[in-house]
């Protein structure tokens, strides 16, 4: 694995001409990531090899279009995530390899001012932890029009209200007065929202939505993804969201990636992921989940299904080396590989369906495409968009 410094090349006169010229052209993604690969250094012993937290992820999120981001709890979806608004803190964190294009240009690429201009601004981020994103010696109302000034040529007083309207939005009560609290004098559901009002104020492109919703109760949680959703047709915006909620997804999702261990296993659109799920992982992933109508006495855990190597064998095309990828399949278990490549390729197993597998030879004899789809569930844009790149 190369060290990857980005290259900081001063283009924020072309950014802005790129937007100015109204490159959110629905046919094209806003955000698309290909084999990113970010590590760690490793602090627990002397020489220890770098975490890999993300090892070759693939996703993309057209105008419009909901990306739900699944998968356990260290798999990588927020890094991947933080990546898009390069966040990540180098040193410990080192990019690897891989591009993460926004609008055609590649955010890995851009300088910290130029990232200046985009953060905030036309990508913004719902933090997984709302406390560590509000300064506890600010009031609420100076950081969101803090924000608000920063990316829009507004008046104080436009911005002002824009803020006020952007805590109305999501459910704060009274949100004149309230813009002179501090954020201690806020419940943590609280706080959760006006995280989302100062990431929603600036009018993004795209919403990198990390557990958005964890610590608002269900019916202020529907508010807000239904807020959310509206914000979406009104302004075209892409939502990257990443949730351990399958109910949520499954209600607002377009389009479903599931990762593990850094890299993505499955990737298709909700409803044939729901219908029907392909990896193992994600069969196991849905199994384990109690129905309403569930008269089963015990659940299927993950463990069950991925420990039982036939699992993986049964992937449409198994009998032309379609074996799905998992890297703690016993090593006699494992098919023969393409030496000297990576073990791992994300492979279009159907039309619109992709699924993480071994890189056998006879896969990659096999046609394959990056993992877009344009499908949208209003049925505005369905269809699968392909790029022309084999997914590598
Ligand atoms: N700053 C950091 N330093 C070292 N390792 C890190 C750092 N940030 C993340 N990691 C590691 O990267 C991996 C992926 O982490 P990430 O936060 O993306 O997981 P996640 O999928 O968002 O999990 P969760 O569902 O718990 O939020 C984990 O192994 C984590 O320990
Ligand atoms: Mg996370």
């Not at 799920?277 to 109508?293: C, D, E």
């Not at 080396?321 to 279009?348: Q, S, T």
Request: glycine share 8%; with cysteine.
């Amino acid at each position: 694995m190369s060290g990857r410094e980005p290259a900081r090349g001063d283009s924020t006169a072309a950014i802005g001409a790129t937007a100015a010229a109204g490159v959110r052209n629905a046919s094209r993604p806003l955000l698309d990531v290909a084999d990113l690969a970010v590590s760690f250094d490793n602090t627990s012993a002397p020489g220890a090899p770098r975490v890999l937290a993300v090892a070759g992820a693939h996703m993309s999120v057209f105008p419009r279009q909901t990306l739900a981001v699944v998968g356990e709890s260290g798999c990588g979806k927020s890094v991947t995530a933080m990546s898009a608004m390069q966040l990540i803190p180098c040193p410990p964190g080192r990019y690897d390899r891989g591009t993460i294009l926004f609008e055609g240009r590649d955010i890995l690429s851009l300088s910290e001012k130029e990232m200046l201009q985009i953060r905030g601004g036309r990508i913004a981020m719902i933090f997984q932890e709302p406390m560590t994103s509000l300064n506890p010696v600010y009031t609420i109302g100076d950081q969101i029009m803090e924000a608000v000034l920063l990316h829009q040529k507004v008046t104080a007083q436009d911005a002002f209200e824009i803020s006020v309207k952007a805590l109305e939005d999501v459910g704060i009560p009274r949100p004149r007065e309230r813009m002179e609290a501090y954020p201690h004098q806020f419940s943590g559901g609280m706080r959760q929202r006006v995280m989302i009002a100062m990431a929603l104020a600036c009018r993004p492109t795209l919403l990198l939505a990390d557990e958005p919703t964890t610590a608002l109760d269900v019916t202020i949680q529907a508010q807000i993804l239904e807020l959310l959703r509206n914000l979406q047709h009104s302004r075209d915006m892409g939502m990257m969201l990443i949730t351990h909620n399958l109910g949520v997804v499954a209600e607002n999702a377009d389009v479903v990636c599931v990762m593990y261990a850094g890299r993505v296993v499955e990737y298709a659109q909700v409803f044939e992921l729901f219908d029907r799920p392909l990896h193992p992982y994600t069969r196991a992933l849905f199994a384990s989940i109690p129905g309403m109508h569930d008269s089963k006495h015990r659940l299927v855990t993950v463990d069950e299904v991925v420990n039982d190597p036939a699992q993986f064998r049964k992937l449409p095309g198994a009998d032309r080396g379609v074996i799905a990828w998992w890297p703690f399949m016993p090593k006699e278990e494992r098919p023969r590989l393409v030496p000297g490549r990576d073990e791992y390729a994300l492979h279009e197993i159907e039309p619109g369906r992709w699924v993480g597998c071994w890189r056998t030879e006879e896969l990659e004899a096999q046609p394959s495409r990056r993992p877009e789809l344009q499908f949208r569930r209003d049925g505005a844009s369905a269809g699968v968009a392909g790029a022309a790149s084999a997914a590598s």
